[in-house]
């Protein structure tokens, strides 16, 4: 593969942020157009060296071949943004309802988004699967976050002597706990990165935003007899807060143009946690709101710094065999 032609199609891969195979199918109509180009230029008379530059500055700069090519392989149909959405809703109508008090209810729905996240995690793996498994996510991880104080019992038993033999054998079911969570974590932020970091990043927004819910419902859990309606003086914010994140999920799937799926994104997360926060801690000053919600957005942006280090298609570039080569391009 002639170097200026390997450097064009990698700097077009750094920019496609498309899923691997999509890219991959991309980057090889790429290379055997620019190769037919070059070969049609050479056989006019042209230069080798030559040839190989016009033809470059026949196809464009590589970003803006990236962003037509995204913008064109990016858009999904009206019933994916709707199966995106389809969780975010299910949270709106449990806060809504405040069904999330009542167990059977919450496993059923938490049942119901491990399922479909696991049909679809063996079924190709589709776009709308993450808004999914940030759900499971979250079912987990506040499952680990209630069960912290048991953990901490059977490790002062068994570092220190500390309290009942009994706490050992929390130990067991709770470090499986938290090797799934960590586990399905990593797993689906790397698979979410291969595709697209505004996957990764709708994967994690919700995190943060229920995580000060969790937080202060579990902080005020001993203060109230009964565990008392207060509570759901928060289910109002929240329902809106995930009813938003629904509209936004839609709009991922739907819009073609990049900067305005990030721009909803960012935007959303940022309003939206502070929206909690200030729903949540009713004295938090405008500067505390903004603090809140720059925190999001740079947990909301951080799959942006783990995608720059992570690059799937340079092999495929560096292997002149992992893509379609013509004779005339050698």
């Known amino acids: 593969m002639r170097p200026e032609i390997k450097s064009y199609l990698h700097e077009v891969s750094a920019h496609l942020n498309l899923e691997p ?27 080798e060296q030559e040839a190989a530059r016009e033809a470059l500055d026949c196809f464009g700069s590589p970003r803006l071949v990236a962003r037509l090519t995204y913008e064109a392989f990016s858009r999904g149909s009206w019933v994916e ?23 059977a209810f919450l496993a059923g729905s938490a049942a119901l988004l491990a399922l479909t996240t696991c049909l679809a995690w063996l079924r ?11 759900y499971v996510l979250i079912s987990l991880l506040a499952a680990a976050y209630v069960s912290r104080r048991l953990a901490g019992q059977a490790l002062a038993y068994l570092l220190q002597g500390d309290g009942e033999p009994s706490a050992l054998w929390a130990l067991l079911p709770l470090a499986a706990l938290y090797a799934l969570c960590f586990w399905l974590l990593v797993a689906t932020t790397s698979r979410a990165l291969r595709k697209d970091w505004v996957l990764a990043s709708l994967l994690l927004l919700p995190l943060p935003i229920i995580g000060i819910w969790v937080f202060n419902v579990e902080r005020l859990y001993p203060l109230l007899p009964g565990f ?26 739907r819009l073609r143009q990049r900067v305005l799926k990030v721009g909803a994104l960012l935007a959303i997360g940022g309003i939206g946690a502070a929206a909690v926060a200030h729903s949540v801690w009713g004295e938090l000053s405008l500067l ?43």
């Not at 109509?29 to 230069?47: A, F, I």
């Not at 505390?288 to 947990?299: D, K, M, Q």
């Open 124 to 134: 190709g793996k589709p776009n709308w699967l993450f808004s999914w498994a940030s």
């Open 288 to 330: 505390g709101l903004a603090a809140v919600g720059l925190l999001v957005l740079g947990f909301a942006w951080s799959p942006v710094l783990l995608k720059s280090r992570h690059n799937p298609q340079e092999s495929w570039l560096e292997d002149p065999e992992e893509l379609p080569e013509p004779p005339a391009c050698t």
């Open 81 to 103: 943004a709707l199966i995106c959405a389809q969780p975010h809703l299910i949270a709106t109508a449990l806060f809504l309802t405040h069904f999330w008090r009542r167990p």
């Open 228 to 253: 008392g309606s207060d509570p759901h003086r928060w289910d109002a914010a929240m329902a809106a807060v995930f009813l938003v994140l629904a509209v936004v999920s839609a709009l991922i799937v």
């Open 21 to 47: 195979q999509t890219e991959r199918h991309v980057l090889a109509e790429l290379y055997s157009h620019l190769c037919e180009k070059v070969s049609e230029l050479e056989s006019s008379g042209c230069p």
